[in-house]
């Protein structure tokens, strides 16, 4: 078993900006490791850059840019949004780099000396912008292949092939015994109805007369390797297979296998469900090394697909700038169900921020730090006191908050998660609606009740920072400087009666500033 949790995400392709769908995979990854560091596990983020492939060879030529020179570029939009979005990392793939090319260049060789890779001629038709050969699966009830294809010239070629369909077998019932394979399980039946279907194999090189931006296969140097042949491998590559620890790379088995490949719906068929699976495969890897696959839904806007040619791409980098990086990260994980679509839409970034946090988690810490100030001169203390609703604060909506924060995570259902900390936030904001707690400061006989009450709402706003840090790192930790708790926030301490008695609470500071629309221009 590795001693270290793997998360992965689909490298980006380098032939465009990112939008908000590419921004919205790493920020789940990330809550998701963070949730694994939080809870004091080893924890290895790999995520990185999709380098080679016609495209890059084509947007680079238009700008009359070296492929490389033009993948960089694009490489580091990528980096710096990561970076302004708090997205942390451990490990970098860029399909460019030596590592890479050289782990590519030996699996090759390997397939091709096992037998398992053969050369053929092949005449077709052939998907400039798909990078394919087309069959006759592809074509439309008009019998034609449709505009997705753009494109469609007729080729004669001559190609290496990669013994796919002889593990369709294999791959049918690896898919029917192993649960977790694919997430969630109806994308699984998806992938059980195509793996059925599947027949013929994968070519996996492309001519360089055709095509030069890409690895050339070590044992026929006039061909280069096929774009997913070649990404695919960075999830090995650059988690240590082939290096031994040295490299700067992990020690390859204390991380194999992934404890999820994060994907968007498009590419889990066939790309990663059939080809990636069956290459592993293929390398010998045994079936409980075999990774699973999470994969997500789309954003959409307007309902529509997300697309340059629709023009209707939304640059994280403004959002990031009109709103703040921790409000794009909240309402990508809150408005969309794990692996459904969801329409973004910037009024409900804003509504759900404005509502969720600073309506809700941002009021209730400002309104008990300044009530503990002037009512108790901040001191906090644990009085034991009899009061039905801090009962059942602390001893029913606590613990389930925390019971369904926790399920939900371990099923990467972040939105769910998220819901039970407002919700339990936002009953925390009705015991204050409820008990009044500038009433009973008018009165010295419910003094004790009123210590009680604040020790109760710290408590809670105490773990409502530990549960939001996966998402709200830099605002958990800013609730915690507040509340004068030094030590970093960890899952261990999401239990009731952690602050002492006598504990300081310190002074309110706005944290969640309401948003609110851009000025219309012009
Ligand atoms: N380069 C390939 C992946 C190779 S993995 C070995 C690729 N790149 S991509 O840039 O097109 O997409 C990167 C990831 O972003 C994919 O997982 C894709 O599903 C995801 N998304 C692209 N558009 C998206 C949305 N509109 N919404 C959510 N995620 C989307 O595919």
């Not at 790999?46 to 492929?67: F, I, N």
């Not at 790379?249 to 080809?275: M, N």
Request: with cysteine; glycine share 6%.
């Amino acid at each position: 078993m590795p001693d270290c949790t793997f998360y992965t995400t689909a490298i980006d392709y380098t032939n465009a900006a990112p939008h908000i769908g590419h921004a919205y995979e790493k920020v789940l990854t990330d809550v998701l490791t963070r949730f694994e560091r939080l809870r004091a596990r080893p924890v290895f983020f790999l995520t990185g850059v999709d380098q080679h492939g016609q495209k890059v060879q084509q947007s680079a030529e238009k700008e009359g840019l070296s492929p490389q020179e033009f993948a960089d570029r694009c490489t580091v939009q990528f980096i710096e949004l990561w970076k302004k979005l708090g997205i942390h990392y451990d490990g970098w793939a860029a399909t460019t780099h030596p590592i890479h090319k050289r782990v590519v260049q030996k699996i090759l060789q390997r397939l091709h000396d096992e037998g398992q890779l053969y050369k053929q001629a092949h005449r077709g038709f052939y998907s400039v912008r798909q990078e394919q050969f087309l069959t006759d699966k592809e074509r439309n009830e008009a019998g034609e292949f449709g505009p997705e294809w753009g494109q469609v010239v007729e080729l004669e070629e001559e190609n290496w092939y990669f013994k796919l369909s002889k593990h369709r077998d294999w791959l049918l019932n690896h898919i029917d015994t192993h649960d977790r394979f694919v997430i969630p399980a109806f994308r699984k039946s998806e992938l059980r109805n195509a793996v059925e279907k599947l027949s013929g194999d994968l070519c996996i090189s492309r001519p360089k007369s055709r095509l030069n931006w890409g690895i050339e296969l070590p044992f026929d140097t006039e061909y280069v390797t096929y774009v997913w042949f070649d990404a695919l491998i960075n999830y090995i590559s650059f988690a240590g297979y082939f290096s031994e620890g040295g490299e700067n790379l992990p020690r390859f088995e204390s991380l194999w296998p992934a404890a999820a490949h994060v994907i968007g719906k498009d590419i889990l068929i066939p790309a990663h469900g059939i080809y990636w699976t069956i290459m592993l495969h293929g390398m010998g890897f045994p079936d409980l090394q075999i990774p699973s696959f999470l994969v997500h839904g789309w954003w959409n806007i307007g309902g529509a697909k997300i697309s340059k040619s629709l023009g209707n791409t939304v640059d994280p980098n403004v959002l990031v700038e009109r709103y703040g990086a921790a409000a794009l990260r909240y309402y990508l994980m809150a408005d969309i169900v794990t692996g459904k679509d969801s329409d973004f839409s910037e009024e409900r970034l804003r509504g759900r921020y404005n509502d969720e946090l600073a309506n809700n988690v941002g009021n209730l810490l400002n309104r008990t730090l300044n009530m503990s100030a002037r009512y108790k001169g901040s001191v906090l203390r644990n009085i034991a006191v009899d009061h039905e609703l801090l009962h059942s604060l602390a001893v029913t909506e606590f613990p389930q908050a925390v019971a369904a924060y926790f399920a939900a995570m371990g099923d990467y259902q972040v939105d769910a998660a998220l819901r039970a900390v407002i919700g339990l936030a936002r009953f925390c904001n009705q015991v204050i609606e409820s008990i009044a707690p500038w009433k009973l400061a008018k009165d010295t006989a419910q003094s004790d009740l009123l210590d009680a009450v604040l020790y109760h709402l710290a408590e809670s706003i105490r773990v409502v920072a530990i549960l939001l840090e996966p998402v709200l790192p830099d605002a958990a930790r800013g609730i915690f400087r507040q509340l004068q708790i030094n030590s970093e926030p960890q899952l261990a301490d999401a239990v009731w009666g952690v602050l002492l008695d006598g504990h300081i609470l310190g002074a309110p500071t706005p944290l969640f500033p309401r948003l609110e629309a851009p000025a219309e221009v012009g």
